[in-house]
């Protein structure tokens, strides 16, 4: 999360904004909501599962909306997001491609091999064509990886670098994934 001084804006102006995206007037941004609101440079909407990553990182609450001070969070999340991204996207024509995700992945201390990171262009890009992705799948990409490595550093236990996986979960098994 980012720090109150890499962020810009005043209280007021989050829950104008707030009170903007919240067409319902519920006081809870909704997913539709806040795609509505939330575009790439190319004006399309942010994807429904970067929206709902975003939300279940920052809602504690095991609801699928926003409220007023979870937004404000998502905004500085957003915006520090955006920081990284710009400083990836080395040719500015508002996406990533493969050298740029892979230097950013290297500069996020993520060894992702080149094997991967085309299996991740072809997912996330917008037309399945592998070449490049937008600020949200960015977002996504990064959100997902985090997660997976969080995940596999608890479950190797020895920092081998291997787990066991099984389907079948055991109690008492130390690399079980919760």
Known sequence: MASKSDWNHTDEEVKQWFLAVNTTGSGELSVEELRQALKNADNSHFSYQTIMLMIRMINSRNTDTLNLNEFHAMMIYIDRWRKMFNLFDIDGNNSIDTEELKEALYRLKLQISDRIIQLLLKKYSRNFDGK????????????????????FRKQDINKKGLVYLSYEEKENDKNKIE
Request: with cysteine.
């Open 132 to 151: 490049t992705i937008n600020f949200d799948q960015f977002i996504n990409i990064c959100i997902s990886l985090n997660s997976i490595t969080d995940a």
